[in-house]
């Protein structure tokens, strides 16, 4: 998104990332997105207060767009893309790897932070290659939970534990 030609871009987490069992993740997912990317990380409580947030943005997008119009400036200086060059600036951005969506989920998972979801890429690129490294040693599922932890320093026992859980039991 930062790379779409937009200037402020704002990241709206609705809830307490405190009352998820995800909360470590969350909470980091939200500092990089804020501290690393530039992002405005803005936090509602509920689904009414995301409304209202969204009433007041609304407001404040148009109120700064009707002032600036209402200046005399070059007509030719832009304020910002047109939709249609908005979409077309998004399309030309670097796709989605499978990495990446990996990545996003490992996040989800309790106790793994961006360090473990990117220690277990630098093995395991995907998911797929991460199940066939369980489904080598199939049958000794202490084995199967200690893997990642045995492998990298940067992964604890508990999120060795759980990702395994995510990717190979059900």
């Given at each position: ?8 871009l704002i990241y709206l987490i ?78 030309d951005l670097e796709k989605m ?57 940067a992964i604890g026992a508990g ?12």
């Open positions: 998104m930062w790379r779409c030609g937009l200037q402020k609705e809830g307490d990332p405190n009352s998820s069992e995800a909360a470590e993740s969350i909470k980091t997912a939200a500092f990089t997105t804020e501290i690393l990317e530039g992002f405005d990380v803005q936090r509602t409580s509920s689904v009414a207060d995301t409304v209202k947030k969204y009433g007041h943005l609304t407001h404040a997008i148009t109120h700064y767009y009707t002032t600036q119009s209402s200046h005399s400036f070059d007509k030719s200086e832009r304020i910002c893309p047109s939709y249609e060059e908005f979409i077309k600036t998004c399309q790897t499978v990495s990446d969506v990996f990545a996003l989920q490992l996040m989800q998972v309790p106790q793994v932070t961006e360090e473990v979801a990117l220690a277990v890429l630098d093995m395991y690129p995907t998911v797929l290659s991460l199940a066939r490294a369980y489904s080598e040693i199939e049958g000794d599922v202490r084995a199967q939970e200690d893997m990642l932890r045995n492998q990298s320093k999120a060795s534990r759980n990702i395994y859980k995510l990717v190979w039991r059900s």
